[in-house]
């Protein structure tokens, strides 16, 4: 029994404002090339499918056609509903999608109701699948007086065990498999996840998944494992640049009849890779081992003194795909002894005003062609005014 984990499509998303459905075609692409090649049973995507409860149509377009060539390809789909999806909206006839092998599990009553999934020389592998659940909007049907994220997550696992145990004594064993969408105790954040809480108050304790073969996570977009059995598969690209080391890709996770036998990573290379560069600008542009980051999207810091004039549009000469654009002077940050009111207090002329303020909205000071042009415009201004 094999399954392929993926969670944190994000289908819809953009990356500083580039659009990505062509990069999620091709990971998608890949993916079906995976299941084919690795006879996948059974895909799992542990929430965010989409990157926003209402995706536009081309996206569920996407999705669409991803669920079909994935069954098409030999395998069953089991969806659950992340923190980005509208659970309401993507469990849309759930039933109807059984028969054609795409499993959704976004409501809190099917918490319980796993997907079974037969193997030759053993139980089968049971898979719950664990919707998001926003503490103050579950809590309630739970039945869970503390409204958070340990709380309620412990009670959903609370009610798939007994299920488990029903089932053993019942002489029908199962492998238990969860699918969750949580921040697990542990986990290593990036700057592409939405925070689940405040205050570090949405942690979910890490022994609560310790009866489960296996616990496929989802919301941390970096590969980690937690324990043997418990893993995040990361985002299958990169959605920010604190992720441009990371592998992309899922898991695949094989069963025999005694339970786990292994997890492997699947890689899917981006189709654009990410640099993240640091210098000053001149060295930026004659730096010759930059060869590489030419034809990537770039975040680039700036370690120059003073901003140099033109910055984005010099820095895309080189790196045309230059998305990002900070300023990290090598010496510190500038101190003002004074603030700009009493700067501007202490101005001897307008053409020190006008100076001093491109100083302040720019933190770089004006070279003489830029003093020269602010002394003809107020020359001109004062002309004018001396004939009226």
Same mark, same amino acid.
């Given at each position: 029994?094999?399954?392929? *984990?993926?969670?944190?499509?994000?289908?819809?998303?953009?990356?500083?404002?580039?659009?990505?459905?062509?990069?999620?075609?091709?990971?998608?692409?890949?993916?079906?090339?995976?299941?084919?090649?690795?006879?996948?049973?059974?895909?799992?995507?542990?929430?965010?499918?989409?990157?926003?409860?209402?995706?536009?149509?081309?996206?569920?377009?996407?999705?669409?056609?991803?669920?079909?060539?994935?069954?098409?390809?030999?395998?069953?789909?089991?969806?659950?509903?992340?923190? *980005?999806?509208?659970?309401?909206?993507?469990?849309?006839?759930?039933?109807?999608?059984?028969?054609?092998?795409?499993?959704?599990?976004?409501?809190?009553?099917?918490?319980?109701?796993?997907?079974?999934?037969?193997?030759?020389?053993?139980?089968?592998?049971?898979?719950?699948?664990?919707?998001?659940?926003?503490?103050?909007?579950?809590?309630?049907?739970?039945?869970?007086?503390?409204? *958070?994220?340990?709380?309620?997550?412990?009670?959903?696992?609370?009610?798939?065990?007994?299920?488990?145990?029903?089932?053993?004594?019942?002489?029908?064993?199962?492998?238990?498999?969860?699918?969750?969408?949580?921040?697990?105790?542990?986990?290593?954040?990036?700057?592409?996840?939405?925070?689940?809480?405040?205050?570090?108050?949405?942690?979910?304790?890490?022994?609560?998944?310790?009866?489960?073969?296996?616990?496929?996570?989802?919301?941390?977009?970096?590969?980690?494992?937690?324990?043997?059995?418990?893993?995040?598969?990361?985002?299958?690209?990169?959605?920010?640049?604190?992720?441009?080391?990371?592998?992309?890709?899922?898991?695949?996770?094989?069963?025999?009849?005694?339970?786990?036998?292994?997890?492997?990573?699947?890689?899917?290379?981006?189709?654009?890779?990410?640099?993240?560069?640091?210098?000053? @600008?001149?060295?930026?542009?004659?730096?010759?081992?930059?060869?590489?980051?030419?034809?990537?999207?770039?975040?680039?810091? @700036?370690?120059?003194?003073?901003?140099?004039?033109?910055?984005?549009?010099?820095?895309?000469?080189?790196?045309?795909?230059?998305?990002?654009?900070?300023?990290?002077?090598?010496?510190?940050?500038?101190?003002?002894?004074?603030?700009?009111?009493?700067?501007?207090?202490?101005?001897?002329?307008?053409?020190?005003?006008?100076?001093?303020? @491109?100083? *302040?909205?720019?933190?770089?000071?004006?070279?003489?062609?830029?003093?020269?042009?602010?002394?003809?415009?107020?020359?001109?201004?004062?002309?004018?005014?001396?004939?009226?």
């Amino acid at each position: 029994m094999r399954l392929l *984990h993926t969670s944190d499509w994000h289908l819809g998303r953009s990356f500083h404002g580039v659009g990505m459905l062509g990069a999620q075609q091709q990971f998608i692409d890949r993916l079906v090339e995976t299941v084919r090649e690795k006879d996948v049973d059974a895909v799992l995507i542990a929430g965010d499918v989409y990157d926003r409860a209402l995706p536009g149509v081309d996206v569920v377009r996407l999705l669409d056609s991803a669920l079909e060539r994935i069954t098409a390809a030999g395998a069953k789909v089991i969806l659950s509903s992340g923190n *980005h999806d509208s659970a309401a909206r993507l469990g849309f006839g759930s039933k109807i999608f059984e028969r054609g092998g795409v499993y959704l599990r976004t409501r809190i009553s099917e918490i319980a109701e796993p997907v079974l999934l037969s193997q030759d020389g053993g139980a089968p592998v049971a898979v719950y699948g664990i919707a998001y659940l926003e503490p103050r909007l579950a809590a309630p049907e739970l039945g869970v007086d503390v409204p *958070h994220h340990a709380s309620v997550v412990g009670e959903a696992v609370r009610r798939i065990r007994a299920d488990v145990e029903r089932r053993a004594a019942e002489g029908q064993p199962v492998i238990p498999v969860a699918m969750a969408h949580v921040f697990a105790s542990g986990g290593i954040t990036s700057d592409s996840e939405r925070d689940l809480t405040v205050g570090g108050v949405g942690a979910v304790p890490l022994d609560l998944f310790d009866d489960f073969a296996y616990t496929a996570l989802g919301h941390l977009h970096g590969r980690q494992e937690l324990s043997p059995s418990v893993r995040y598969s990361g985002s299958p690209l990169p959605y920010s640049f604190s992720e441009a080391r990371q592998q992309k890709g899922g898991l695949l996770v094989e069963f025999d009849g005694g339970g786990l036998a292994s997890v492997e990573p699947v890689l899917w290379p981006a189709p654009r890779r990410l640099a993240v560069l640091k210098g000053t @600008l001149e060295h930026l542009l004659a730096d010759p081992g930059l060869t590489d980051a030419e034809d990537a999207y770039c975040q680039v810091t @700036l370690t120059d003194d003073e901003r140099p004039a033109k910055a984005m549009e010099r820095l895309r000469t080189r790196f045309p795909d230059t998305l990002v654009l900070t300023f990290e002077p090598a010496s510190g940050p500038r101190t003002a002894t004074q603030t700009y009111s009493q700067r501007l207090a202490r101005a001897t002329d307008d053409l020190d005003i006008c100076c001093g303020f @491109l100083d *302040h909205v720019r933190s770089r000071r004006a070279d003489e062609q830029e003093k020269q042009l602010f002394a003809e415009v107020l020359s001109k201004v004062q002309s004018a005014e001396a004939a009226q």
